[in-house]
């Protein structure tokens, strides 16, 4: 079982920035594959962006040159810088690892992005 815990979150001003973050647990963290996902009412769950073990990097067309996903395998921690932040980032972002075949979830935080 692996726990995810996502911070970072709140209200920001449009063209501006925000850092979350994802702690997870386990003593093999460094193998995870994990990602960030985002939600809005009434839509489904979408990739916003992911890194493998190995910190190979995918993102989500929306979000390229503006969001950057990291990884600290010393922390077991996941980050997701986001800049030049726009109205249709608000959203609940999720942070999801893939650990041997099986998908874990953290509860998520609200990102708004509103003036």
């Known amino acids: 079982q692996v726990q995810l815990v996502e911070s970072g979150g709140g209200l920001v001003q449009p063209g501006g920035s925000l850092r979350l973050s994802c702690a997870a647990s386990?003593?093999?963290?460094?193998?995870?594959?994990m990602g960030w996902y985002r939600q809005t009412p009434g839509k489904q769950r979408e990739l916003v962006a992911s890194?493998?073990?190995?910190?190979?990097?995918n993102y989500a067309d929306s979000v390229k040159g503006r969001f950057t996903i990291s990884r600290d395998n010393a922390k077991n921690t996941v980050y997701l810088q986001m800049n030049s932040l726009k109205p249709e980032d608000t959203a609940v972002y999720y942070c999801?690892?893939?650990?041997?075949?099986?998908?874990?979830w953290g509860k998520g935080t609200l990102v708004t992005v509103s003036s």
């Open positions: 999801n690892a893939f650990v041997y075949g099986v998908n874990y």
């Open positions: 890194i493998t073990s190995g910190s190979n990097t």
């Open positions: 386990g003593s093999t963290f460094r193998f995870y594959a």
